[in-house]
């Protein structure tokens, strides 16, 4: 593609936004031609980054459209995106450009691929969702595990997360409004799956896990992640002939057990209560966020256990603040992975272990993110 910018980071006035801009800012050698986007100059200039600044609205098509003509890769941080990120996504598939996001919302990637993953295979566009801590750590982190496991053999695959965090407006508004429309989410669940080609000779299984205890008590996670682990199954060959793979929320002790598994129903309750959803909201608008201070103590560490072929590894991602800093890490750094890397020739509605792989995971470990073989 030969077009002004390899990337454009759209919602950079935003929490998260930000942080991705500042870290582009670090991180982009001095060849790469990035820009910011957004609706509102002023704000855009605020950041104080010497970057072209481009204007365009998420509610203007025609805008969205005449962006994505002028990049490579476009990156979005503008959310909820069942509310803001169709349009963006429409206009990266026609225009055969990369789209990158940080939704965790299914419905809206399920929506995502009945509506444009054939337009953007056609012209050549990767449209990939989740590059942050949804999914990427979930999804690098069992295609790092399954590289270890022998080929060709049922595979199975279980994630362990600890982490300690503090959500943003931004994340909250999103989480809200996800437990306020379960239906819509099994039904565009439903569809993707009638739309989905049928895999063949091979099955795949992906879903939160059961309860259990493995020195500590291992909670469900209804996630976007194990969907998005799910599909680099049905993407890649080598996960073998018959993947599963189950995700947990790990805590040490059974009242944190308990503790956390009533915190989930209660607020998954008042998010179906429009007056008590507004008050939660407010507590913590969009835009605002945790401090640099808090998110110096933050970290993230998910075990993963895979085993087959009669073998068995145990592996680890591992990283700091999960929410923000490393989220901003890991969307920069899969923006530049698909401007500048050898990444596989697939285009379509992908995921970041199908549509970069190896090439990321060296990125983030070279940014400070862990992947390691462990012990037992």
């Known amino acids: 593609m030969d077009r002004p910018y390899d990337i454009v980071l759209f919602g950079a006035s935003g929490f998260t936004g930000a942080l991705t801009a500042a870290y582009l800012a670090r991180a982009a050698g001095p060849g790469t031609r990035w820009a910011l986007a957004g609706r509102d100059r002023a704000k ?87 590059c942050g801590f949804d999914s990427i750590p979930f999804d690098l982190g069992v295609l790092h595990t399954v590289s270890l496991l022998p080929e060709d053999v049922p595979l199975s695959v279980s994630g362990f997360l600890r982490v300690s965090g503090r959500p943003s407006g931004g994340t909250l508004a999103t989480a809200m409004s996800m437990f306020g429309r379960a239906p819509q989410m099994a039904e565009a669940a439903a569809q993707r799956r009638a739309a989905e080609p049928p895999l ?57 057990a308990l503790g956390t598994a009533a915190g989930a129903g209660a607020f998954a309750a008042l998010a179906m209560i429009p007056p008590a959803r507004r008050l939660i909201q407010s507590r913590l ?65 992908l995921t970041t272990a199908s549509a970069m792989g190896r090439p990321l995971i060296d990125r983030l470990q070279r940014a400070g993110i862990s992947f390691v073989r462990k012990a037992g």
Do not use: N
């Open 44 to 130: 855009l200039e605020r950041l104080g980054l010497d970057v072209p600044i481009l204007i365009a609205d998420a509610a203007d098509a025609a805008s969205l459209a005449e962006l994505a003509r002028q990049t490579r890769v476009l990156v979005t941080t503008v959310g909820p995106y069942m509310t803001h990120g169709g349009p963006l996504v429409a206009a990266c598939a026609e225009a055969g450009t990369h789209y990158l996001d940080l939704t965790g919302e299914p419905d809206f990637v399920d929506r995502t691929y009945l509506r444009h993953h054939d337009q953007a295979a056609r012209t050549g566009a990767k449209i990939v969702h989740a």
């Open 200 to 256: 063949k000779g091979r099955k795949v299984s992906s879903a939160p896990g059961g309860l259990r205890y493995v020195g500590g008590w291992a909670l469900p996670m209804p996630t976007v992640d194990p969907s998005i682990v799910g599909y680099s199954a049905r993407l890649l060959d080598r996960y073998g002939p018959d993947f599963s793979y189950r995700q947990h929320y790990a805590v040490r002790t059974l009242p944190q």
């Open 285 to 349: 608008r969009p835009g605002e966020g945790p401090s640099p201070e808090r998110r110096a103590r933050s970290w993230f560490k998910v075990t993963f256990l895979g085993e087959g072929g009669g073998e068995r590894v145990v592996t680890e991602v591992a990283g700091g603040d999960p929410g923000y800093d490393e989220t901003a890490k890991m969307l920069g750094e899969s923006a530049l992975c698909l401007a500048f890397d050898d990444v596989p020739d697939r285009a379509g509605q």
